[in-house]
């Protein structure tokens, strides 16, 4: 049985995506059959896996709104190990029809359940909000993996976060559980870095990776030509940190 895992900050701009993309690669590339699931109407994780985020071909709208079941839309990629069910724009309005839905809060859930059991691992890129898509998200996930940049206002929306966690806990998802917290952009020399570090490891005790994803120009290059950066440049310090990523998640997951 497959474990689903979403990746979710409502703050953007902190390695979400890039986390989504490459850290399912990387996974992959490990001999793990994997599924990126994009629910960020931004659609940023699909063309970041080189998928056309094209008008006509079924999507996540879909399968939240619609009711489409996830086999259908399920796409492979060119990548090791990697399928994905991609986003189309239409998700931008997709909350605001979510709110007359009566099951609105389980769409995700129903959708992905069937198709489980097919996967090692389902990573889920979230919109940067905490609206019905992110709760749906959390909804049908077993764990929760929170990318924090390494910044004066990394803190910043935290708490506000981890209430949307307890809330989701409370009303839908008893077992919801923080996978991880990843440390993103980081330069180890400047002060400031190490001050977030102690930061972020006192708000969350024993959930903070020893891997961190440094500041790297090559990951920042490798979505404009639609590929993780495993596959754009090999010898990368973006690629040896997310390597060692999928190895801490992995090891981690064995030990359960």
């Known amino acids: 049985m497959g474990k689903i895992i979403a990746i979710a900050n409502q703050k953007g701009g902190v390695g979400k995506t890039t986390t989504a993309v490459n850290l399912a690669a990387a996974v992959g590339a490990h001999k793990k059959k994997v599924l990126l699931i994009d629910i960020d109407p931004q659609g940023n994780a699909t063309s970041g896996l080189g998928v056309s985020k094209r008008n006509g ?21 060119k990548f090791k190990g990697v399928d994905v069910i991609p986003a189309s724009i239409a998700l931008a309005g997709a909350e605001v029809e979510m709110v007359e839905l009566e099951d609105r809060a389980y ?56 209430a949307t966690v307890r809330q989701v806990k409370r009303l839908y998802n008893q077992l919801l559980d923080i996978e991880g917290v990843l440390l993103t952009m980081y330069q180890g020399r400047l002060n400031l870095t190490l001050q977030v570090v102690d930061e972020v490891k006192k708000f969350f005790p024993q959930k903070v990776y020893k891997t961190v994803i ?15 950066i495993l596959y754009y440049d090999k010898g990368s310090k973006g690629t040896k940190a997310y390597d060692e990523l999928a190895k801490e998640l992995l090891k981690k997951n064995k030990q359960r």
């Open 57 to 77: 071909s079924l999507s996540s709208y879909e399968m939240l709104i619609d009711g489409e079941k996830a086999e259908k839309i399920i796409q492979k990629t």
């Open 107 to 162: 769409r995700f859930k129903r959708a992905v359940a069937p198709v489980k059991e097919r996967y090692d691992y389902i990573f889920v890129d979230c919109p940067p909000s905490l609206g019905l898509i992110t709760i749906n998200a959390l909804t049908g996930s077993d764990t929760l993996l929170v990318p924090i940049q390494c910044e004066y206002y990394a803190l910043e929306g935290l708490s506000q976060l981890m």
């Open 214 to 228: 440094p500041r790297n120009v090559r990951l920042s290059e490798a979505p404009s030509f639609g590929k993780p």
